[in-house]
């Protein structure tokens, strides 16, 4: 089993205004074959986190410690954290013109397993992947992200996670921007990989409804740069009916 630690991660970015500090001290830990869902009101920090955890070079670590199965991530470059089975869904995927699907997906392939897969049953993984998420097989040839819909380059994304196979995901607000099918589509993808793989996920959301789809183990409610409550499935079932007001009232209060 292995294990994703967060300790009193505090983290700052440079705003026009000066240093703004965004991550105030989270706890967090996640096993394999875990669902996290980290769920707040818009602001709050979740996204950095994502970000942090990726190592994102906008975001600077004050204090705290992020730890995969006792090795420091955080003295990780961004290409060690992959190979060492990280892996980030980013809320908004970038274009990479230039770039063919095909060549960026067994690009990163090789370079985190350390050899290149085999032509055949590589092409074979890609396109049977790429049916299960209802792709297009013109999108193996088209550039990354370019062109795409936000349904597109989310499901292109969760392709990503299957065929890269990492330990851990992070996937920031991987629902945004979808219809209920592509929610649903995509949301099979990510059971997929966990049930292929003993996948730990973080899952980062606004909102419930990507979890009638992907059922998390834990839910914790993120508010200013901290945890404010962890739960169980029972919690997110709490926030849909009475949202995140008395989060915020009680920081305003203290």
Do not use: C
């Amino acid at each position: 089993m292995s294990v994703l630690e967060i300790r009193d991660l505090q983290t700052t970015v440079e705003t026009e205004q000066g240093t703004k500090q965004i991550l105030r001290g989270v706890d967090l830990t996640v096993k394999s074959g875990e669902i996290h869902a980290v769920m707040g009101p818009n602001g709050s920090g979740k996204s950095t986190l994502a970000y942090t955890i990726a190592g994102h070079p906008k975001y600077t670590v004050t204090g705290g410690t992020i730890t995969l199965d006792g090795e420091d991530v955080l003295a990780m470059t961004v290409d060690q954290r992959a190979r060492a089975g990280l892996f980030l869904a980013m809320q908004y995927p970038v274009e990479i013109p230039g770039v063919t699907n095909t060549n960026f997906l067994r690009t990163a392939k090789t370079a985190i397993d350390g050899e290149a897969p085999s032509i055949r049953q590589w092409t074979k993984d890609v396109k049977g992947a790429m049916e299960k998420l209802r792709m297009d097989p013109s999108f193996a040839a088209r550039n990354v992200n370019e062109g795409f819909s936000g349904g597109e380059k989310k499901r292109n994304e969760i392709l990503q996670l299957e065929l890269l196979k990492p330990r851990f995901a992070v996937l920031d607000e991987t629902d945004s921007g979808l219809d209920v099918d592509a929610l649903k589509i995509v949301s099979e993808g990510v059971n997929r990989a966990h049930q292929a793989s003993d996948l730990g996920i973080l899952l980062i959301t606004h909102y419930t409804r990507i979890l009638r789809y992907i059922k998390p183990d834990f839910v914790h409610v993120f508010v200013a740069g901290k945890m404010a409550e962890e739960g169980g499935p029972d919690l997110a079932e709490r926030l849909e009916e009475e949202g995140y007001d008395r989060y915020v009232d009680a920081l305003n209060v203290s």
